[in-house]
């Protein structure tokens, strides 16, 4: 059974630009999370989906920032304008149900020069 | 606010010998701890995980244990392998989410 999917592995974009970040979750797995981590920091959560639908996006750093899971399968973060401080590696999760651990993908790095 | 955070940041072991990785939270109201391991350029993988209503869970080769009077969690790794050179996080969630709080990471280098 294949993991959590992340593409790409690796991104490179100037201040400004927009970038995409996909996460393709474990089939099956309603509840899906991104997390990122910056340079030298903890990971932190971004938000959560059950579903399509958002559970908790506490973690959303502002609005230049946007995730959605259409159809409730896989899911998008955009970041729209990107800023240097943005530059870190997002990590997508998904889990079966509640009060379980998440498996993590791989994650994206993101670079913003 | 609550965070979860570790004691040591690199963690030194001779191949063979136990690890002991140590991480300290806050938050009296966690009731589920998790521990990862992330290796270079992969995502945090899960190892073993416990509730509140356990102080001890054992894995192969892993034991967590878990003192909820001095809100500590520990990782011991046994007959620790050039493999499990990793970092490794310990995680808490509480209100049954998996939105769980990473503290910074133990680097845990095993020396051949």
């Known amino acids: 059974e294949a993991g959590v999917t992340q593409f790409p592995s690796h991104s490179v974009i100037e201040k400004g630009q927009t970038v995409t970040l996909r996460c393709d979750p474990i089939?099956?797995?309603?509840?899906l999370y991104w997390y990122r981590r910056v340079m030298g920091k903890e990971i932190k959560f971004l938000l959560h989906?059950?579903?399509?639908?958002?559970?908790?996006e506490s973690g959303m750093p502002n609005n230049r920032f946007l995730a959605e899971r259409t159809g409730g399968t896989y899911s998008t973060l955009k970041v729209q304008p990107a800023e240097l401080e943005d530059s870190g590696v997002y990590f997508c999760?998904?889990?079966?149900?509640?009060?379980?651990?998440?498996?993590f993908g791989q994650g994206t790095r993101l670079t913003v020069v | 606010g609550e965070n979860v955070g570790l004691h040591l940041p690199t963690l030194s072991v001779q191949e063979g010998d136990n690890s002991i990785i140590n991480c300290a939270y806050s938050n009296s109201a966690s009731d589920y701890f998790i521990w990862y391991k992330q290796e270079s350029g992969k995502g945090p993988q899960f190892i073993i995980d416990?509730?509140?209503?356990?102080d001890k869970r054992q894995g192969q080769r892993v034991t967590v244990l878990l003192n909820k009077t001095v809100k500590h969690l520990s990782l011991q790794i046994a007959a620790t392998q050039p493999g499990d050179s990793a970092v490794y996080f310990c995680?808490?969630?509480?209100?049954?989410?998996?939105?769980?709080?990473f503290g910074i990471g133990t680097k845990l280098q095993v020396i051949p």
């Open positions: 989906f059950v579903k399509e639908s958002k559970q908790d």
């Open positions: 089939s099956g797995h309603d509840n």
């Open positions: 416990i509730r509140s209503n356990m």
């Open positions: 999760a998904s889990s079966q149900g509640q009060g379980v651990a998440a498996f």
């Open positions: 995680a808490e969630n509480s209100g049954g989410y998996q939105k769980v709080t």
